[in-house]
């Protein structure tokens, strides 16, 4: 069974840290490129975070930059989102995504059940 599961989220003061994991069962995170991505009460889920399958290059959201940092251990099948700083507008739902394009054009597409950051003093 394919799994993508979040964990880490919590509640958390203004100018703390949280490390999130994604741990993926029923499959291999290799190939794959792996993103996290957040959605905030009655806002659409946005991508926070993404790096490629090698690790080498990985993107952030303007909003995150300096502050989050994504990483990934292929011999774990494990994705981790480090957030520093965090402030209040961090807050929302933080979700997991695996995704891959294949040789022939087909998209394989796995979401975790996501986990809740509050930052709140």
């Known amino acids: 069974q394919v799994q993508l599961v979040e964990s880490g989220g919590g509640l958390v003061q203004p100018g703390g840290s949280l490390r999130l994991s994604c741990a993926a069962s029923?499959?291999?995170?290799?190939?794959?490129?792996m993103s996290w991505y957040r959605q905030a009460p009655g806002k659409e889920r946005d991508l926070v975070a993404r790096i490629t399958r090698g690790g080498i290059s990985t993107k952030y959201a303007e909003s995150v930059k300096g502050r989050f940092t994504i990483s990934r251990d292929n011999a774990k099948n494990t994705v981790y989102l480090q957030m520093n700083s965090l402030k209040p507008e961090d807050t929302a739902i933080y979700y997991c995504?695996?995704?891959?394009?294949?040789?022939?054009?087909?998209?394989?597409?796995?979401w975790g059940q996501g986990t809740q950051v509050i930052v709140s003093s």
């Open positions: 029923g499959f291999t995170v290799s190939p794959y490129r």
């Open positions: 995504n695996a995704n891959l394009v294949g040789d022939w054009g087909n998209v394989v597409d796995y």
